[in-house]
């Protein structure tokens, strides 16, 4: 195993983050590959991001004007009307820039009951810098923050079946399939537990009460679950980096002061 795959569960074991989620629905589908798995987020992100523009507007506040011009063989799109079908950086960069053309509005004129929803505006912001990032490392050109037109047309592309594989680092798997597993979905209680012991206790608000008793036993179960296969990885990991390591000074050659005759 590189040491470098080695490294990146190594780092991954760090602490421990337990989620639950609301949701309102279910599929139980595994995720994807890569490219599939990006082009999810992506439509799932704009479906969100969709919605709530819709919404802004119903609160007479409306953001049209400063959406990020989209571009596709020089017509422009509108943003809301835009089909993804695959994903590149300039896909992430034009869904980034809408969640925060949201944000911003909902800065300048708050509005009732919007808290989750401005959450997850944040975690679109974020993500999509994040993922962006997966994309620079293979060689595409990261888009000036003042440029006022974005091409989204690689985003009309269906992914080919007989296309190359999006071949991902173990890190880079993890990052994707955290976001995709999550999604625009509501997180109601999250344990984040680190190496040296601090354990963050976070609930949302409207979630903390005694009529969410169950959700609460739900959530420490998955806990006390979680820390248990943590333990288990953290000993295995153990055993893989010895085994590497000692097999690499198995094969490593001796020093010359420690050949027999040597001088």
Not at 29 to 49: S, T, V, W
Not at 91 to 100: C, G, I, K, V
Not at 135 to 151: C, L, N, V
Not at 214 to 231: F, K, Y
């Amino acid at each position: 195993m590189p040491i470098d795959a080695l490294g990146d569960i190594a780092r991954n074991l760090l602490n421990l983050e337990v989620n639950t989620i609301l949701c309102d629905g279910i599929t139980a589908e595994k995720m994807p590959g890569a490219a599939e798995a990006l082009a999810d987020i992506a439509q799932r992100y704009h479906r969100f991001l969709r919605n709530r523009i819709d919404e802004l507007r119903q609160a007479g506040i409306d953001i049209v004007a400063t959406l990020p011009e989209l571009l596709a063989n020089g017509a422009r799109i509108e943003f809301e009307g835009w089909q993804v079908h695959a994903c590149d950086l300039a896909t992430f960069e034009a869904l980034r820039r809408a969640a925060q053309c949201c944000i911003t509005a909902l800065h300048h004129t708050p509005l009732h009951g919007w808290g989750p929803h401005e959450i997850i505006l944040d975690r679109i912001r974020g993500n999509a810098e994040q993922l962006k990032g997966i994309y620079r490392d293979r060689g595409q050109a990261d888009i000036a923050s003042d440029a006022t037109g974005i091409d989204v047309g690689g985003s009309f592309d269906r992914p080919l079946p007989t296309a190359p594989a999006l071949l991902l680092s173990q890190s880079e798997v993890v990052l994707v399939r955290k976001i995709w597993e999550i999604a625009t979905e509501t997180i109601a209680m999250q344990t984040v537990i680190l190496i040296d012991g601090d354990v963050f206790n976070r609930v949302q608000s409207g979630w903390e009460t005694d009529t969410e008793a169950a959700l609460h036993a739900l959530h420490r179960q998955a806990v006390e679950a979680s820390i248990g296969q943590w333990t288990n990885l953290f000993r295995i990991a153990a055993e893989l980096i010895g085994s590497v390591f000692q097999g690499f000074f198995r094969s490593a050659p001796p020093r010359p002061d420690s050949v027999p005759g040597s001088v």
